[in-house]
């Protein structure tokens, strides 16, 4: 399906303004709504906010577009059942289908692929899977907009992986990676080699998680495949449960945007082991590479409002080394902003392990 022309058939059937989290499943369709004005597209830091933010639109009379992973429905549901289903309010959600029983896929996609269909039954919100066609995507919206208009209540499409691809944009990125220079993983080499055998190393979904599993041999690493955004708060979990070790959360701006929250958690407890590095792109790369909203953003100043007593910026490799160095005599939480631009190693492999031998491997480390 051509981005342009899914984009042409909501707006000609009233729909928008558009909104949501990306997945690369949509990559092409956020492309696109990338080129409209402002007010018509939002990239937003979760799928709960995009819900409020729909919230907003549709009290304004129109019914607004929410794009969001599967995974991000989990997000969504809270506004979904206590706004849109309690004040009848009308959306209509393009929702991805990672995890799709029978066809492969990343693993922390498993559950809610397969709980995706129930769980849009279970809150009663009508949907339907979107075959590619432009008649079958008009008819599909003729149902969406005659049921927002009848019930005042969201609808759903739920979009299969390939649907925006098949027509000619390919699918970038995926999460497979591009070419050239891998700057976050310099760093995060530099991090592993310097890191005492006894420490814990997280990483977050998107690419620097990835890149920790693949191309390190630290045996305190975990890659925390899911979960957008809560791997702070399950480092500052370990962290308080093995305060001999350090632990360095590993984080991108996307995910630490999407839960911010946790930095004023971690900042009131204190962990005096804890090393929060953001890796900060700017982007959702491992989606495609969408902005985030994290430019202009003072993070360090953040953490500092937020309760970590010392922060640091490294804008490159030497001044992170240096950094380094001196960890040992460092105030923690120590919050280190490094602004990396975008780029990780062509056919960045994903993980063969099992969650669940993640998880043995990291258990037996701490013991
Ligand atoms: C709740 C939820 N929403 C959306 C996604 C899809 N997703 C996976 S990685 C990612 C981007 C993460 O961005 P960032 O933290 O900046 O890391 P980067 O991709 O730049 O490495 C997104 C949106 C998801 N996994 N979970």
Same mark, same amino acid.
């Given at each position: ?17 558009? $909104?949501? =989290?990306?997945?690369?499943?949509? /990559? ?34 129109r ?43 990343? !693993? ?72 050239g ?23 977050? /979904? ?16 975990? %890659?925390?495949?899911?979960? $957008? ?10 962290a ?6 350090? =632990? ?22 204190? !962990? ?5 590095l ?10 495609g590479g ?17 309760? %970590? ?5 490294v ?11 001196t ?16 780029? /990780? ?11 669940e ?9 701490l013991?």
């Amino acid at each position: 399906m051509d981005a342009a022309g899914f984009v042409r058939s909501l707006q000609q059937a009233a729909f928008g303004p558009f $909104m949501g =989290v990306p997945c690369s499943v949509f /990559t092409p369709l956020i492309d696109h709504l990338g080129t409209l004005p402002a007010d018509r597209h939002y990239v937003c830091t979760s799928e709960g906010e995009a819900m409020g933010l729909a919230g907003g639109f549709a009290l304004a009379g129109r019914t607004p577009v929410v794009y969001m992973q599967n995974d991000g429905l989990g997000n969504a549901v809270n506004p979904l059942t206590s706004l849109q289903l309690l004040y009848r309010l009308p959306a209509l959600l393009l929702v991805s289908w990672r995890g799709e029983p029978g066809r492969k896929d990343a !693993p922390q996609h498993r559950v809610m692929g397969e709980r995706l269909t129930g769980l849009l039954e279970q809150l009663q919100v009508p949907h339907l899977v979107l075959e590619t066609g432009v008649d079958v995507l008009e008819r599909a919206l003729q149902e969406a907009r005659a049921y927002c208009a009848a019930q005042s209540a969201p609808f759903a499409l739920i979009v299969r992986r390939g649907y925006f691809a098949a027509a000619g944009a390919p699918a970038a990125a995926g999460g497979s990676g591009g070419a050239g220079p891998a700057p976050r993983l310099d760093y995060i080499r530099l991090l592993t080699a310097a890191a005492a055998p006894g420490d814990v190393l997280l990483g977050a /979904t998107g690419f620097s998680g990835r890149e920790l599993q693949q191309y390190t041999e630290h045996p305190g690493r975990f %890659y925390m495949m899911g979960s $957008m955004g809560c791997l702070p708060a399950l480092g500052l979990g370990l962290a308080d449960s093995h305060p001999g070790r350090t =632990v360095f959360v590993l984080d991108g701006d996307g995910a630490l945007l999407m839960k911010l929250g946790s930095l004023a958690t971690i900042g009131r407890r204190r !962990p005096a082991n804890l090393v929060h590095l953001l890796f900060d792109n700017q982007a959702y790369e491992s989606t495609g590479g969408q902005p985030t909203p994290a430019a202009g953003i003072d993070f360090c100043a953040l953490a500092r409002t937020c309760g %970590y007593p010392s922060q640091e910026s490294v804008a490159d490799p030497h001044s992170f080394r240096a950094l380094l160095g001196t960890l040992a005599d460092r105030p923690k939480p120590l919050f280190v902003h490094v602004r990396v631009p975008c780029g /990780t190693p062509a056919g960045l492999p994903r993980p063969e392990q099992p969650p669940e031998r993640m998880r043995d491997d990291l258990m037996s480390f701490l013991g």
